[in-house]
Nanobody, 124 residues
């Protein structure tokens, strides 16, 4: 059983930065696909970024160049560094883990384990 717990959300002004953390337990993150998704009020959950077991990464187009996903195997933690934040980035951000490493990780059904989410609010 894999558990993931997000932290690091908060309130930031437009143009600012935040780093989200996702601490995993039950399996090492390097053997999983680890993704970030977000859900804004009234909108569907959307893909943000993924880091796969081979350390390859992918991003949603609107996050490329602004967000960076990384992992620390020693801490069994995945991070999402978010720079140049915009009010449109306001959402609950979810960390997810999946054991089927052949998946791309760009769809929510590629993941079996989800965190409770952390709120990110970007003020104009």
């Amino acid at each position: 059983q894999v558990q993931v717990v997000e932290s690091g959300g908060g309130l930031v002004q437009a143009g600012g930065s935040l780093r989200l953390s996702c601490a995993a337990s039950g399996r090492t993150v390097s053997t999983l696909i680890m993704g970030w998704f977000r859900q804004a009020p009234g909108k569907e959950r959307e893909f943000v970024a993924v880091i796969r077991s081979d350390a390859s990464t992918s991003y949603a187009d609107s996050m490329k160049g602004r967000f960076t996903i990384s992992r620390d195997n020693a801490k069994n933690t995945v991070y999402l560094q978010m720079n140049s934040l915009e009010p449109e980035d306001t959402a609950v951000y979810y960390c997810a883990a999946g054991s089927r490493t052949f998946y791309t990780g760009r769809q929510h059904n590629h993941y079996a384990y989800w965190g409770q989410g952390t709120q990110v609010t970007v003020s104009a």
